[in-house]
């Protein structure tokens, strides 16, 4: 695949708020000009160098906070990275916008996690019920999220769990140096090898969706060579009303999706059982990108 300047994340609702309904028309817009641009991306707009205005501040503890254990023994060594083209990953088909054909497939993703108890309540649902997740988390809020290593560690054994990186920081890289880009991921790579034993390679999802071919280049110079985006959202970027967020569910959990989740609100947490029925009703099958795409923490 080839690189692209910018990836168009789904826009959000037209039918639930006039704001949403703004957004659509935008989306539409953009779609027809053929730009490329941003929407209910990822802390909910776009940001040149700082996360949401809602969300904490993007000073990340340092590398010596939080000591973490080495690897379990049941996991591959940590493997040293490949660098290469930079590919962009939308859905199930990879790069195609338009999911496959009667798949049932769906790629559930779970980004950030600044608020303790929607993280807790992640991992809670991760192991009570057994659906694949992909979690890409921000070392940042590593405080948040290290409490919850021991139980997600069989998961992740076993392939039902999956981490990508975010950066450690969570702000956007474009406009920032090369140095600061590369240290960025880096320090989050750091901080997931030790404290969740594996690789988050080759999948890289960018800060509010934001990228360009310039800073695909330099990720995939280390290693991030897919460039984790989406086609479907929950929406929950911001806090929503749990029929808002059911209404984003119902419309986007279909077979074929790359699904935007995030651990930063509490109503996801009241809705888990609504995620689990419209999984049954609608007979999909939730995997990793692993299961999806071949990849392996192995090779990563």
């Known amino acids: 695949m080839r690189p692209r300047t910018f990836a168009i994340p789904v826009s959000a609702d037209r039918r639930i708020t006039a704001d949403l309904a703004q957004d659509r028309r935008r989306f539409l817009g953009v779609m027809a000009l053929g730009v490329l641009g941003l929407a209910a991306g990822c802390g909910g707009q776009q940001a040149a160098s700082s996360p949401t205005s809602g969300s904490p501040v993007a000073a990340g503890p340092s590398h010596t906070d939080n000591p973490s254990p080495a690897a379990p023994d049941s996991l ?16 199930t088909a990879g790069k195609e916008w ?14 950030d996690g600044y608020d303790a108890a929607t993280v807790a309540a992640y991992a809670d649902f991760a192991a009570r019920t057994g ?29 039902q769990v999956q981490i990508g990186n975010h950066t450690f920081t969570h702000q956007s890289i474009v406009g920032r140096s090369e140095a600061a880009i590369r240290g960025d991921i880096e320090r989050n790579e750091e901080w997931i090898n030790k404290k969740f034993g594996i ?9 509010f969706g934001t990228h360009n071919k310039e800073t695909d280049q330099i990720v995939a110079g280390i290693g991030f060579t897919k460039i984790l985006l989406w086609d ?31 651990a930063n609100h509490p109503t ?5 059982d609504k995620i689990e029925d419209l999984i049954k009703e609608r007979k ?3 995997v990793t990108l692993d299961t999806m795409f071949g990849t392996s923490r192995a090779t990563g």
């Open 98 to 111: 338009e999911p496959p054909k009667n798949t049932k497939r769906i790629i559930l993703t779970v980004d």
């Open 131 to 159: 659906i694949p997740l992909t979690f890409n988390p921000n070392g940042t809020y590593q405080k948040i999220w290290n409490p919850h290593a021991d139980k997600l560690a069989p998961l992740i054994e076993k392939g």
């Open 199 to 207: 690789t988050s390679r080759p999948y890289f999802r960018p800060p």
């Open 232 to 262: 479907g959202t929950l929406g929950d970027s911001k806090l929503l009303t749990p029929d808002k967020l059911l209404y984003f569910a119902n419309e986007y959990m279909t077979g074929g999706r790359i699904v935007l989740g995030h």
């Open 268 to 272: 996801i947490t009241h809705m888990f």
């Open 284 to 286: 999909l099958e939730p």
């Open 76 to 91: 591959p060594p940590i493997p040293k990275p490949r660098p290469g083209v930079a590919e962009l990953v939308n859905s």
